[in-house]
């Protein structure tokens, strides 16, 4: 401005906003501690919600306290940061957690479990979940074989609420750990079996357990390790495939869009191995291949481009573009 003529400089002085009067001593005084309060607001706030979560975790081991511990802590887990590793770290924690896992076997065979067992139980698998998920506990928490605690639940039949709630919050703790791409974790879930778990409540669950068992199929699949496995003999693969062929028959008469997706990326990876995919062209269901799903598929561009894929890797390897032998060689014949 020093470079404008005096007019010039008058005229763009006019527009700038007037000088604020200067504050009293009070007032600076008075909004120098808002801004101090403000400040500190978030940090005060935080270190009572961890104080609250410790003192949470803390009745964890005391029997009286535990069921409201539980509760609350299942309900607030978002909430408090860290409670993975609380958890994990406290002593004594884990172990109030599995002997509340323990304490319904009983329940189980004959299927006697009642609604409130279910749901306490129900809310010490959801702080398990929490540390399946965290990434400094799931780990040890594999290591540790906390997941097989969770494979009785997995093996039951009945249709009863209280069940289908246990089966789909045990699910939900073995979704959290594939969850992330990590071939340790594909690695003991193969080790123990889990598939045959999952195929279980493929066949008999609710939509959603049905969705998630699929979606731990699906993970174990996209890892190499996975479909090498469910891949290697006749039985793996067509217990895997029989299973996915039945619940496409059964979306025709109850549609699930997001049950769909799940099982047709399982079978565009199995058409990624050459003997599987020829071995599809045997098995895959009809509604596939004739168009008799692509309703639900219509805003959901993502699965019909894997539904299309699908079909060209199986088009190819019925032209001979499989370099094995497909359902001959994986039958062993």
């Known amino acids: 401005m020093a470079n404008l003529p005096p007019s010039l400089s008058i005229g763009a002085a006019s527009f700038a906003a007037p000088s604020p009067p200067p504050p009293s001593p009070g007032a600076s ?13 978030p940090g005060a706030a935080k270190d009572r ?7 949470l975790v803390l009745d964890l081991c005391d029997p009286e306290l535990r069921e409201n511990a ?7 887990r978002e909430i ?11 002593y004594g924690t884990i172990a109030a957690l599995l002997q509340e896992i323990v304490s319904i076997y009983p329940s189980l065979s ?6 409130g067992a279910s749901n306490r139980v129900c809310n010490a698998l959801a702080l398990l979940q929490c540390v399946a998920s965290h990434s400094d506990t799931r780990i040890p928490f594999l290591n540790a074989h906390i997941p097989l605690y969770l494979y009785p639940f997995l093996n039951t ?5 209280p069940f289908e709630y246990l089966r789909l919050t045990s699910l939900g703790v073995i979704g959290a750990l594939v969850k992330v791409d990590d071939s340790e974790v594909i690695g003991f879930l193969l080790q123990t079996e889990i598939i045959p778990l999952c195929l279980r409540t493929m066949e008999m669950g609710s939509e959603l357990s049905k969705t998630v068992a699929t979606f731990i199929v699906q993970k174990i699949l996209l890892d190499d390790v996975g479909l090498r496995y469910i891949c290697a ?12 062929s039945q619940m496409v028959q059964a979306l025709a008469d109850q549609p699930s869009p997001r049950l769909l997706k799940h099982i047709i990326r399982c079978y565009l990876r199995l058409s990624e191995n050459s003997r599987a995919c020829t071995a599809l062209n045997s098995c895959l269901p009809n509604a596939l291949k004739d168009g008799t799903l692509n309703n639900f598929l219509q805003d959901d561009h993502v699965t019909r481009r894997w539904l299309q894929q699908l079909l060209h ?6 032209m001979g573009g499989a370099p094995h032998g497909g359902l001959d060689h994986i039958m062993g014949m």
């Open 29 to 41: 005084s008075s909004s120098s501690l808002a801004a101090a309060a403000a400040a500190a607001a």
């Open 49 to 55: 919600k961890m104080a609250s979560a410790e003192q």
């Open 70 to 76: 539980l509760l609350d802590l299942s309900k607030k």
């Open 80 to 90: 408090f940061q860290d409670l993975a590793p609380l958890l994990w770290h406290s």
């Open 110 to 115: 004959p299927p006697t479990l009642s609604p």
């Open 157 to 161: 039949t009945s249709k009863t609420r």
């Open 233 to 244: 003999t006749a039985e793996r693969f067509f217990a895997v495939a029989s299973v996915l």
């Open 313 to 318: 890797n199986m088009t190819m390897a019925g």
